[in-house]
């Protein structure tokens, strides 16, 4: 009888020591249970054939249903009756079965109601200690809105773009329409347009150009802002926490400077633009100019013949400018010569592929163009001439070719590809309303040199 009191006496002490021990237990699962039950994002468990074992509130509120008892009794495919694509759960579980974890794996689903939202999924494979897998768990968030804002701008982007592309495409027609005009010795007419469209973009341009700098210094001021609030109040009430969550805040925060700079660019990009419409439009009257600002401008406007496109490479252009005063001259005239020149050498040189150079493999010949000016003065300035010397390093024409090339009408181009105007022209504005000379010097193999002088 002692033996069996003594025996039940250290039983009961044993229990006692027990409770604090299964208290503290209870305690903790309280707590994350508390946890589980107040978490912002989709918690979940599910079995490896496609079954929930348990959710907590956050997940049912995302998927659309009133609890977790009816979304554990509704869905018992996960795979077929969840997402859209089914073949989605196959990747998510394939990953899973590699690596053990899965990161940022977003796929859309179907809620209750039939509305197909964006989640975004972080789980891993739970294992026992032999290694056997258990179950998955994992987060879920909601990244519908996110997505949208994401596909807002690209199709924002791919809009831009087109019209970006159909404002190129309509530059290239004037650039066309100009160079008809010109060849058919509508200087007059064709500078009027010009300098028509450069003043009426030039305003907004100008506007855009001015107050970008400010517009950048506002953001800069306004995200500094909002930064000191996150830093003084890192815990902002949920609704605003909610919010910066809904548009993506650190996103944005990096985004937007880089897409001001963006659009600062291409503001730029058009004053030059405008710029150089304004310098070549000129007049039909004589003029003093600066002939390297006419050469430039010419450069502007022809630069999207010179970039590299496809396999074709990029055109180098150097230039090597003396000192020049200012020559006076139809403006107008001289610039469509410069335009000529160059494009006649954009031409010789447009299918020319970096090659070995004189059969060395290891040099290799760039498709190039030099403009170089110079001040020929034989002491008395009324006989001062401007030289203006455009090289390229093309083909070359041979003497018989050299020889007509400023005879109207004719070309060594393609049917539909050139008038035979463009040289011939040049020649009459350069020789007859100038009194300058207009030579070509050229070999073979070894590119082709235009020689343009004009009195001061």
Same mark, same amino acid.
């Given at each position: 009888?002692?033996?069996?009191?003594?025996?039940?006496?250290?039983?009961?002490?044993?229990?006692?020591?027990?409770?604090?021990?299964?208290? =503290?237990?209870? @305690?903790?699962?309280?707590?994350?249970?508390?946890?589980?039950?107040?978490?912002?994002?989709?918690?979940?468990?599910?079995?490896? =054939?496609? &079954?929930?074992?348990?959710? %907590?509130?956050?997940?049912?509120?995302?998927?659309? *249903?009133?609890?977790?008892?009816?979304?554990?009794?509704?869905?018992? =495919?996960?795979?077929?009756?969840?997402?859209?694509?089914?073949?989605?759960?196959?990747?998510?579980?394939?990953?899973?079965?590699?690596?053990?974890?899965?990161? $940022?794996?977003?796929?859309?689903?179907?809620?209750?109601?039939?509305?197909?939202?964006?989640?975004?999924?972080?789980?891993?494979?739970?294992?026992? !200690?032999?290694?056997? @897998?258990?179950?998955?768990?994992?987060?879920?968030?909601?990244?519908? !809105?996110?997505?949208?804002?994401?596909?807002?701008?690209?199709?924002?982007?791919?809009?831009?773009?087109?019209?970006?592309?159909?404002?190129?495409?309509?530059?290239?027609?004037?650039?066309?329409?100009?160079?008809?005009? +010109?060849?058919?010795? &509508?200087?007059?007419?064709?500078?009027?347009?010009?300098?028509?469209?450069?003043?009426? +973009?030039?305003?907004?341009?100008?506007?855009?150009? %001015?107050?970008?700098?400010?517009?950048?210094?506002?953001?800069?001021?306004?995200?500094?802002? @909002?930064?000191?609030? &996150?830093?003084? %109040?890192?815990?902002?009430?949920?609704?605003?926490?909610?919010?910066?969550?809904?548009? $993506?805040?650190?996103?944005?925060?990096?985004?937007?400077?880089?897409?001001?700079?963006?659009?600062?660019?291409?503001?730029?990009?058009?004053?030059?633009?405008? *710029?150089?419409?304004?310098?070549?439009?000129?007049?039909?009257?004589?003029?003093?100019?600066?002939?390297?600002?006419?050469? $430039?401008? #010419?450069?502007?406007?022809?630069? *999207?013949?010179?970039?590299?496109?496809?396999?074709?490479?990029?055109?180098?252009?150097?230039?090597?400018?003396?000192?020049?005063?200012?020559?006076?001259?139809?403006?107008?005239?001289?610039?469509?010569?410069?335009?000529?020149?160059?494009?006649?050498?954009?031409?010789?040189?447009? $299918?020319?592929?970096?090659?070995?150079? %004189?059969? =060395?493999?290891?040099?290799?010949?760039?498709?190039?163009?030099? +403009?170089?000016?110079?001040?020929?003065?034989?002491?008395?300035?009324?006989?001062?001439?401007?030289?203006?010397?455009?090289?390229?390093?093309?083909?070359?024409?041979?003497?018989?070719?050299?020889?007509?090339?400023?005879?109207?009408?004719? #070309?060594?181009?393609?049917?539909?590809?050139?008038?035979?105007?463009?040289?011939?022209?040049? &020649? !009459?504005?350069?020789?007859?309303?100038?009194?300058?000379?207009?030579?070509?010097?050229?070999?073979?193999?070894?590119?082709?040199?235009?020689?343009?002088?004009?009195?001061?």
């Amino acid at each position: 009888m002692a033996k069996q009191t003594r025996q039940l006496q250290a039983l009961n002490e044993e229990l006692a020591d027990q409770i604090p021990e299964r208290q =503290d237990m209870e @305690l903790a699962l309280k707590k994350y249970r508390s946890m589980f039950e107040g978490a912002v994002e989709g918690i979940f468990q599910t079995t490896p =054939d496609g &079954h929930f074992i348990d959710c %907590n509130p956050a997940l049912v509120k995302i998927y659309g *249903y009133a609890s977790p008892a009816e979304l554990l009794e509704t869905l018992t =495919d996960i795979g077929q009756q969840l997402y859209v694509n089914p073949n989605r759960r196959r990747d998510f579980i394939e990953k899973l079965r590699s690596h053990d974890s899965v990161t $940022d794996f977003e796929s859309q689903v179907y809620r209750k109601d039939g509305q197909i939202i964006w989640i975004c999924e972080n789980a891993r494979a739970v294992r026992d !200690q032999e290694g056997k @897998l258990l179950y998955y768990e994992g987060f879920v968030t909601d990244i519908t !809105q996110r997505k949208v804002t994401e596909e807002s701008l690209r199709r924002s982007q791919a809009k831009y773009k087109a019209q970006a592309e159909q404002l190129e495409e309509t530059l290239n027609q004037l650039r066309q329409t100009q160079q008809q005009l +010109i060849e058919k010795e &509508h200087l007059s007419t064709l500078g009027k347009l010009l300098a028509g469209v450069a003043h009426e +973009i030039n305003n907004p341009v100008n506007f855009l150009c %001015n107050n970008f700098p400010h517009a950048q210094q506002y953001t800069t001021d306004l995200l500094k802002l @909002l930064q000191l609030y &996150h830093k003084y %109040n890192p815990q902002p009430a949920p609704e605003i926490q909610q919010e910066a969550e809904e548009i $993506d805040l650190d996103f944005l925060l990096k985004d937007f400077p880089k897409t001001l700079s963006s659009m600062q660019m291409g503001a730029e990009r058009l004053r030059q633009l405008v *710029y150089s419409l304004k310098t070549l439009s000129g007049g039909n009257e004589e003029q003093s100019i600066d002939i390297h600002q006419g050469l $430039d401008s #010419t450069l502007v406007m022809l630069y *999207y013949r010179l970039k590299s496109k496809g396999n074709k490479p990029e055109i180098k252009v150097f230039k090597d400018y003396s000192k020049l005063p200012l020559v006076t001259c139809y403006s107008c005239g001289l610039n469509q010569v410069f335009m000529n020149v160059l494009c006649n050498a954009i031409d010789a040189l447009k $299918d020319m592929r970096s090659q070995p150079a %004189n059969g =060395d493999s290891e040099q290799t010949i760039t498709p190039s163009i030099w +403009i170089r000016t110079e001040l020929i003065d034989n002491g008395k300035y009324s006989g001062a001439r401007a030289v203006i010397r455009i090289k390229d390093n093309g083909p070359g024409i041979n003497d018989e070719l050299k020889q007509r090339i400023f005879e109207p009408f004719f #070309t060594t181009k393609p049917p539909g590809k050139g008038t035979g105007l463009g040289l011939s022209i040049s &020649h !009459q504005i350069i020789v007859e309303k100038h009194g300058g000379t207009f030579t070509c010097n050229s070999t073979p193999g070894q590119g082709t040199e235009f020689v343009i002088k004009i009195p001061i």
